[in-house]
């Protein structure tokens, strides 16, 4: 999937530094600094080749191309460019990841309407206890290359 | 006998480039090959029940897909390049350079006990410092459930000294795809937040295991089965 055009995100320019929580109802592009939580529920957030993102990200799609330490949920899908680092749990529907992109944490593919395990703290990579239910049937996963 | 610090040196191939220089591109050339291993592991993988596998590869995508889509979880965590980052070195009591294995443990593998039904060691063994081999393999005896298996690869002696390392890409219940990638530097955050260099791919074979080796280094493990392949790798399965 090709990223959308950034003038119909939000912007977040290289130059910002926020730290809190950050929520909203629009699509988001980053690509400055954000530490804390990013809560963009039904709406997509890609964090640009530039971003350095220290948070837990709720959102519906979740596309990386810069650095991300923390957990994604992702209700539709998330990606991993090539030039991404993240670290940290996904768990979403599909996932697509590039060659060349560094990801250390967990991937939990989850059926529609599946209930997420709860999410541990910002970058406790992978510290998610097991016991969650995953989708028992074959989930489409994309990949891109 | 060579310092650590240049011990830890050779571990990346390719001594006359200049480390801080560009990263070349990483090789794309992929090779492919069969493995009994995997084959046998493909049991246990194809079942469906939904099985905590880590891979302490290269990420790849490949592998991911290949979990993902049998239901699977996958960790990944890539344990060759973590083990390269250079604020690992420390000072012993003599002044000797020496890898901080404490610390690579407290930073790395961080898991709770008996989660994993399956760990992909590739070929980290032959490629990691000689100091952190065992520490990480007791780490993963304690990380994989009672009956969890473990596969693991190591080069013959006729493999030679430059036997490139690779990434491994699983493309079927039997075929691995090989990827040998070039040196490249990257700087990462830490647990603590602290911002460490480490270098990926173009690791140099640091010793050959012999199968007395294998066995002592797997010793606390219950059963350990052998399959010797015809590119002078041995393929190794251990269950716990």
Same mark, same amino acid.
């Given at each position: ?5 950034t003038?119909?995100?939000a ?6 530094v926020?730290?809190g929580?950050?929520s909203g109802?629009? #699509?988001?592009y980053? #690509? ?12 997509s957030l890609?964090i640009g080749?530039s971003?350095q ?6 959102a519906?799609?979740v596309i990386?191309? !810069?650095?991300?330490?923390?957990n994604i949920?992702a209700?539709?899908?998330?990606e991993l460019?090539k030039?991404a680092?993240?670290v940290g #749990? ?6 697509a990841i590039?060659d060349?992109?560094y990801f250390? !944490?967990k991937?939990?593919?989850q059926? #529609?309407g599946?209930k997420?395990?709860?999410? !541990? ?17 074959k989930t489409?996963?994309t990949?891109?290359? | /006998?060579a310092?650590?610090?240049q011990?830890f /040196? ?5 001594s006359?480039?200049d480390?801080?220089?560009p990263a070349?591109? %990483?090789?794309?050339k992929r090779?492919? @090959?069969?493995?009994s291993?995997?084959?046998?592991l493909?049991k ?5 029940e939904t ?5 302490l590869?290269?990420t ?11 239901? =699977?979880?996958?960790?990944s965590?890539d344990?060759l390049v *973590? ?9 012993d009591e003599q002044g000797?350079?020496?890898l ?13 006990? *008996?989660l ?11 490629y990691m410092?000689e ?9 993963l005896?304690s990380?994989?459930?009672?009956g969890? /298996?473990l596969?693991?690869f190591?080069?013959?002696?006729? *493999?030679?000294?430059? *036997?490139?390392?690779?990434?491994? =890409?699983i493309?079927g219940t039997?075929?691995?795809e090989? %990827? =040998?990638?070039?040196p490249? @530097?990257?700087?990462r955050?830490?647990?603590?937040g602290i911002?460490h260099?480490?270098i990926?791919?173009?690791? @140099?074979? %640091? ?6 080796h294998?066995?002592?280094?797997f010793r606390?493990?219950?059963s350990i089965k ?5 590119d002078?790798?041995?393929e190794?399965l251990v269950?716990r």
């Amino acid at each position: 999937m090709d990223t959308p055009k950034t003038v119909e995100f939000a912007h977040l320019g290289r130059s910002v530094v926020i730290k809190g929580e950050l929520s909203g109802s629009e #699509d988001l592009y980053v #690509d400055g600094q954000v530490e804390g939580t990013i809560e963009l529920h039904g709406n997509s957030l890609i964090i640009g080749p530039s971003g350095q993102v220290r948070a837990n990200v709720n959102a519906k799609a979740v596309i990386v191309q !810069g650095k991300l330490e923390g957990n994604i949920h992702a209700s539709e899908r998330a990606e991993l460019r090539k030039s991404a680092v993240a670290v940290g #749990d996904i768990i979403t529907q599909r996932v697509a990841i590039e060659d060349g992109a560094y990801f250390k !944490g967990k991937v939990d593919i989850q059926k #529609d309407g599946a209930k997420p395990e709860a999410r !541990g703290p910002v970058a406790s990579a992978s510290g998610a206890a097991a016991g969650a239910s995953a989708a028992a049937a074959k989930t489409p996963v994309t990949e891109t290359k | /006998m060579a310092s650590v610090a240049q011990s830890f /040196m050779k571990l990346f191939r390719g001594s006359s480039g200049d480390p801080g220089g560009p990263a070349p591109a %990483q090789a794309t050339k992929r090779l492919t @090959r069969r493995s009994s291993g995997l084959a046998e592991l493909a049991k246990v993988l194809e079942s469906e029940e939904t099985l905590c596998v880590l891979d302490l590869g290269n990420t790849s995508p490949a592998n991911i897909r290949y979990f993902t889509e049998r239901s =699977h979880k996958i960790y990944s965590e890539d344990l060759l390049v *973590a083990s390269t980052d250079r604020s690992l070195l420390t000072k012993d009591e003599q002044g000797a350079a020496v890898l901080d294995g404490k610390r690579f443990l407290a930073e790395n593998l961080l898991y709770p006990g *008996a989660l994993f039904d399956v760990v992909l060691c590739w070929n980290l063994a032959d490629y990691m410092d000689e100091s952190l081999v065992k520490p990480v393999v007791g780490r993963l005896w304690s990380l994989l459930k009672p009956g969890g /298996m473990l596969l693991a690869f190591f080069h013959t002696r006729e *493999a030679g000294p430059d *036997a490139p390392c690779y990434r491994y =890409h699983i493309v079927g219940t039997d075929t691995l795809e090989m %990827q =040998h990638i070039e040196p490249r @530097r990257e700087v990462r955050k830490g647990p603590t937040g602290i911002a460490h260099t480490a270098i990926t791919g173009g690791f @140099r074979l %640091q010793r050959v295991f012999n199968n007395r080796h294998i066995e002592n280094l797997f010793r606390d493990f219950a059963s350990i089965k052998f399959f010797l392949a015809r590119d002078n790798v041995r393929e190794v399965l251990v269950v716990r």
